[in-house]
């Protein structure tokens, strides 16, 4: 004895087969993404991220490509997350590359300003401690203050052009 389906069973069957394909398909493939991606990795290569923040670079490089190969086997969600991932690694990238040619640079500076403390210093004499002036009082054209320094009678350095002082005051503003 053959039984009839009721009507209603028969529409619930077809309609949960078209959606359980619908969800297979996962939909649409992520073009925006996987170029926003794409776009964000061209900018951490222009960034110089390959030289400062190759980690950074290398995960982008690889989750992109991992979304191309989930596109090509149709897991379109798949593909939209690791491209996200992607975009989301290649945009830390140029940062963390800024951040290290800006270290690189002030160890660059500080180096050089070293350099040329050294050069300044008579020879067999110490460079000054950071933040320390070069010339103290009576050794530089100026005082501490600003106003020129002289020197009083018999005072003057050994072989110096200035003229005996006694007729002016110590310090001249």
Do not use: F, H
């Not at 398909?25 to 993404?33: I, L, Q, V, W």
């Not at 991992?66 to 090509?72: C, E, H, N």
């Not at 270290?103 to 300003?113: G, P, V, W």
């Amino acid at each position: 004895m053959v039984t009839a389906i009721p009507w209603r069973a028969k529409y619930a069957a077809i309609a949960g087969g078209l959606l359980a394909l619908a969800s297979c398909s996962g939909g649409e493939p992520p073009n925006t993404a996987l170029s926003q991606a794409d776009l964000s990795v061209q900018r951490a290569v222009d960034a110089q991220a390959q030289t400062y923040a190759p980690v950074e670079l290398n995960a982008a490089k690889t989750k992109l490509s991992d979304a191309r190969l989930a596109v090509q086997k149709e897991d379109y969600d798949g593909a939209r997350r690791l491209a996200e991932d992607a975009e989301s690694q290649a945009d830390l990238a140029p940062a963390r590359a800024n951040a290290a040619a800006s270290r690189q640079t002030t160890q660059q500076l500080e180096q050089t300003q070293q350099q040329a403390r050294q050069l300044q210093q008579p020879s067999g004499a110490a460079a000054p401690a950071a933040g320390t002036p070069a010339y103290t009082a009576g050794t530089a054209p100026y005082a501490n203050d600003g106003s020129m320094l002289t020197y009083g009678p018999g005072t003057a350095p050994a072989g110096s052009p200035l003229p005996p002082a006694t007729a002016l005051p110590s310090t001249v503003r």
